[in-house]
């Protein structure tokens, strides 16, 4: 079974997600529709990149990713189909898949063309939901598109490494359900600038040393519980590979977390200096 995953800013008030899924049912009754998200805030292509690049993994190769956030076709914004990694994304080309590209180059892009076939009164979500029912049938990027060499980049997804190799400057691009906030630094970028020297992670208002492999190593000793440990600040390369500064064992309805007792914020800039 062909399976098409829904990455949106649509909210789950409104009728808008179950409209998309009823019109992809509509063309192809077949397919297995899978949620990743619909909380993306508000045409943050930053959150949406990291969204879609953690969970992608999880599903089969020739998935269909359709991420709805900031689809507008505009003069800077055409509409793309990649395949990548032996997945499938459609998106508005504003620079979304960005991240997934810096890991690996895509097997092909095309620019999406075949808007004058529809009705005028079809929408840019129409025609997403068209390509992926044509890919998730095993149809071919270049019906439904010209090949592209590249897409646009976003530069907020991008770490940018000191001239003289002595620092990384990252940016917080999510925070998640724990409050924990998440940012563009890449294990594989802090382990080829790192080459082994002492590190510390400069943000507002203390630095941390150690990057622990897991929340739990926070808890050092043997002589204390874990309990005791609730409440320490830690950084860790979460699963998606890249920095996270956490709470341990953070609630922010109740005692709080990284994003507002440390008060990091989206965008906020997490800098690693190496000595």
Same mark, same amino acid.
């Given at each position: 079974?062909?399976?098409?995953?829904?990455?949106?800013?649509?909210?789950?008030?409104?009728?808008? =997600?179950? /409209?998309?899924?009823?019109? +992809?049912? /509509?063309?192809?009754?077949?397919?297995?529709?899978?949620?990743?998200?619909?909380?993306?805030?508000?045409?943050?292509?930053?959150?949406?990149?990291?969204?879609?690049?953690?969970?992608?993994?999880?599903?089969?190769?020739?998935?269909?990713?359709?991420?709805?956030?900031? +689809?507008?076709?505009?003069?800077?914004?055409?509409?793309?189909?990649?395949?990548?990694?032996?997945?499938?994304?459609?998106?508005?080309?504003? @620079?979304?898949?960005?991240?997934?590209?810096?890991?690996?180059?895509?097997?092909?892009?095309?620019?999406?063309?075949?808007?004058?076939?529809?009705?005028?009164?079809?929408?840019?979500?129409?025609?997403?939901?068209?390509?992926?029912?044509?890919?998730?049938?095993?149809?071919?990027?270049?019906?439904?598109?010209?090949?592209?060499?590249?897409?646009? #980049?976003?530069?907020?997804?991008?770490?940018?490494?000191?001239?003289?190799?002595?620092?990384?400057?990252?940016?917080?691009?999510?925070?998640?359900?724990?409050?924990?906030?998440?940012?563009?630094?890449?294990?594989?970028?802090?382990?080829? +600038?790192?080459?082994?020297?002492? &590190?510390?992670?400069?943000?507002?208002?203390?630095?941390?040393?150690?990057?622990?492999?897991?929340?739990?190593?926070?808890?050092?000793?043997?002589?204390?519980?874990?309990?005791? &440990? #609730?409440?320490?600040?830690?950084?860790?390369?979460?699963?998606?590979?890249?920095? #996270?500064?956490?709470?341990?064992?953070?609630?922010?309805?109740?005692?709080?977390?990284?994003?507002?007792?440390? @008060?990091?914020? &989206?965008?906020? =800039?997490?800098?690693?200096?190496?000595?």
């Amino acid at each position: 079974m062909s399976i098409i995953t829904l990455t949106t800013d649509y909210g789950l008030k409104d009728h808008f =997600v179950g /409209s998309l899924k009823g019109k +992809i049912l /509509s063309e192809n009754p077949e397919v297995q529709i899978i949620d990743i998200s619909h909380d993306i805030d508000p045409f943050n292509t930053a959150e949406a990149s990291y969204i879609i690049g953690a969970a992608y993994m999880s599903f089969p190769k020739g998935t269909v990713h359709l991420i709805g956030v900031d +689809i507008e076709r505009n003069k800077e914004n055409q509409h793309i189909a990649m395949q990548w990694n032996d997945h499938y994304f459609i998106c508005a080309d504003n @620079g979304i898949l960005s991240m997934l590209t810096q890991k690996i180059v895509p097997q092909k892009i095309v620019a999406i063309n075949i808007h004058d076939r529809f009705p005028i009164e079809a929408t840019d979500l129409d025609i997403f939901i068209q390509v992926a029912s044509h890919l998730s049938r095993g149809g071919l990027l270049n019906v439904i598109g010209k090949e592209i060499p590249s897409i646009k #980049e976003a530069t907020e997804l991008q770490a940018l490494v000191a001239d003289d190799g002595n620092s990384i400057k990252g940016n917080i691009i999510y925070i998640d359900h724990f409050g924990n906030v998440v940012t563009n630094i890449s294990k594989k970028q802090f382990l080829e +600038i790192s080459r082994g020297r002492p &590190y510390e992670i400069v943000m507002k208002p203390k630095s941390i040393k150690t990057i622990l492999p897991n929340y739990s190593a926070i808890a050092t000793s043997d002589k204390y519980p874990i309990k005791t &440990y #609730e409440g320490e600040k830690l950084a860790i390369f979460n699963e998606a590979g890249f920095l #996270e500064i956490a709470i341990f064992r953070s609630n922010p309805s109740k005692v709080g977390s990284a994003n507002s007792l440390l @008060g990091l914020n &989206y965008r906020d =800039v997490i800098t690693i200096k190496f000595s």
